[in-house]
């Protein structure tokens, strides 16, 4: 299983390599790891984060560890350009990399050359070689906010292999009891249910956003309903959506802020409504539609938000729905949610609401936005949702001093 795992990795590389030649983020994911130099350290943490959304997951142990370790180099690793590119000069660390490419060699030459006293991934990302360097040479390996799912690879009779990863690691600390029985299913013992550290994240964003004047201006008073992280299919609803409702404003905030991704948006959209972020200093009294052309802003958006709507449920799955909720947001999303324990939750709760057609779109959203008395049951219900959930950073930081 080994030799099919290494040959796996390498047609993986070659095929980024042959994207890389008019695709532009594999460009950045193949070059990023061409041309980097690692650091010889004598000592450091290492984080490894597979794209921004497990960084702003992983975030408040970060932050928790770096301060309790302040004699330590931190050392943050992405695998994907779309965590590495806006976070390559994150504060919080003392170097930024790209994961190496998954091989014996780059796994022994990297944990060698910035000698880490312990190891910290986020959520998921289960890697062999850097797995099997880190157990060789005694190096503790934690999982944060770790969920399992029944249809994994883990518990597949073919899953040998990856079962054998998890078994490399020090200390899972999990999501959810079914995760803990998934694992304990197949002799994984070393467990304990922590909670999802985006809680506190999206908790702590919520109770210090950071203001921003243009967009209140932009708002002026009027509803406002924001779509987050959406994809071509999100944005062809969203544009229909507009159409009806031309006395309320509209944020769209894509998941690819590419040039030719805002032009096909943008071409969605009535243009003498429509306005992008970077113009918005020639804004005028008639625009009621934005298009956020940069990478960052979105924690902060939702507080100026009346309702939301959360990207990517039409692809491989939703983005982040705490982000909206921690400020009280009712969200919608596509039907591929069922991944994701928290969007689960909130449906459940009745402060999500999962659509899967244009009219299932208008009926909720106006619904919503009609009905205070609906709308204001939803906020309390999400805002709630997210505070009873928070306390994972503190229960985690807490096993890791003992044991350092």
């Given at each position: 299983?080994?030799?099919?795992?290494?040959?796996?990795?390498?047609l993986?590389?070659?095929?980024?390599?042959?994207?890389?030649l008019?695709?532009?983020?594999?460009?950045?994911?193949?070059?990023?790891?061409?041309?980097?130099?690692?650091?010889?350290?004598?000592?450091?943490?290492?984080?490894?984060?597979?794209?921004?959304?497990?960084?702003?997951?992983?975030?408040?142990?970060?932050?928790?560890?770096?301060?309790?370790?302040?004699?330590?180099?931190?050392?943050?690793?992405?695998?994907?350009?779309?965590?590495?590119?806006?976070?390559?000069?994150?504060?919080?660390?003392?170097?930024?990399?790209?994961?190496?490419?998954?091989?014996?060699?780059?796994?022994?030459?990297?944990?060698?050359?910035?000698?880490?006293?312990?190891?910290?991934?986020?959520?998921?990302?289960?890697?062999?070689?850097?797995?099997?360097e880190?157990?060789?040479?005694?190096?503790?390996?934690?999982?944060?906010?770790?969920?399992?799912?029944?249809?994994?690879?883990?518990?597949?009779?073919?899953?040998?292999?990856?079962?054998?990863?998890?078994?490399?690691?020090?200390w899972?600390?999990?999501?959810?009891?079914?995760?803990?029985?998934?694992?304990?299913?197949?002799?994984?013992t070393n467990?304990?249910?922590?909670?999802?550290?985006?809680?506190?994240?999206?908790?702590?964003?919520?109770?210090?956003?950071?203001?921003?004047?243009?967009?209140?201006?932009?708002?002026?008073g009027?509803?406002?309903f924001?779509?987050?992280?959406?994809?071509?299919q999100?944005?062809?609803?969203i544009?229909?959506?507009?159409?009806?409702?031309?006395?309320?404003?509209?944020?769209?905030?894509?998941h690819?802020?590419?040039e030719?991704?805002?032009?096909?948006l943008?071409?969605?959209?009535?243009?003498?409504?429509?306005?992008?972020?970077?113009?918005?200093?020639?804004?005028?009294?008639?625009?009621?539609?934005?298009?956020?052309?940069?990478?960052?802003?979105?924690?902060?958006?939702y507080?100026y938000?009346?309702?939301?709507?959360?990207?990517?449920?039409?692809?491989e799955?939703?983005?982040?729905?705490?982000?909206?909720?921690?400020?009280g947001?009712?969200?919608?999303?596509?039907?591929?949610y069922h991944?994701?324990?928290?969007?689960?939750?909130?449906?459940?709760?009745?402060?999500?609401?999962?659509?899967?057609?244009?009219?299932?779109?208008?009926q909720?959203?106006?619904?919503l936005?009609?009905?205070?008395?609906?709308?204001?049951?939803?906020?309390?219900?999400?805002?709630?949702?997210?505070?009873?959930?928070?306390?994972?950073?503190?229960?985690?930081?807490?096993?890791?001093?003992?044991?350092?």
């Open positions: 299983m080994l030799f099919i795992y290494n040959i796996g990795i390498h993986f590389y070659l095929t980024a390599a042959l994207f890389s008019y695709k532009n983020k594999a460009k950045l994911w193949i070059n990023g790891r061409k041309h980097q130099q690692i650091k010889s350290l004598e000592s450091s943490i290492w984080f490894h984060f597979a794209s921004l959304g497990e960084f702003e997951q992983g975030r408040p142990v970060l932050e928790a560890v770096k301060k309790q370790y302040p004699l330590h180099n931190i050392v943050v690793t992405f695998f994907s350009p779309s965590g590495y590119e806006p976070r390559k000069n994150t504060p919080l660390a003392d170097v930024v990399y790209y994961l190496p490419l998954d091989t014996a060699a780059n796994a022994q030459h990297f944990i060698s050359t910035i000698r880490p006293q312990m190891a910290v991934f986020t959520k998921y990302e289960y890697w062999h070689h850097f797995f099997n880190l157990h060789k040479q005694h190096i503790p390996l934690y999982i944060i906010s770790g969920i399992f799912r029944p249809g994994q690879v883990f518990f597949k009779w073919y899953g040998g292999l990856h079962r054998k990863m998890l078994k490399m690691v020090t899972f600390f999990l999501q959810d009891a079914q995760s803990k029985q998934l694992l304990h299913d197949i002799g994984i467990v304990s249910i922590s909670g999802d550290t985006r809680f506190d994240r999206v908790w702590a964003n919520a109770g210090n956003p950071k203001n921003l004047p243009e967009i209140a201006q932009f708002k002026n009027q509803k406002l924001i779509a987050g992280s959406t994809w071509p999100d944005e062809e609803l544009a229909e959506f507009i159409k009806q409702h031309p006395d309320w404003k509209f944020i769209i905030a894509p690819e802020t590419s030719e991704k805002i032009k096909s943008t071409n969605l959209l009535p243009t003498e409504t429509t306005i992008k972020f970077s113009e918005i200093s020639n804004l005028k009294s008639n625009i009621s539609n934005l298009v956020i052309d940069n990478i960052g802003m979105l924690s902060s958006l507080q938000a009346d309702i939301a709507y959360i990207g990517g449920g039409f692809g799955g939703i983005h982040n729905t705490l982000e909206a909720a921690a400020f947001m009712p969200v919608i999303f596509g039907p591929k991944k994701f324990k928290e969007a689960r939750d909130l449906v459940e709760l009745g402060a999500g609401f999962t659509i899967n057609s244009q009219d299932e779109l208008n909720i959203a106006d619904k936005m009609g009905d205070e008395q609906a709308r204001h049951a939803a906020v309390v219900i999400a805002k709630d949702y997210v505070q009873q959930n928070i306390g994972a950073t503190e229960t985690i930081v807490n096993y890791i001093k003992a044991q350092h």
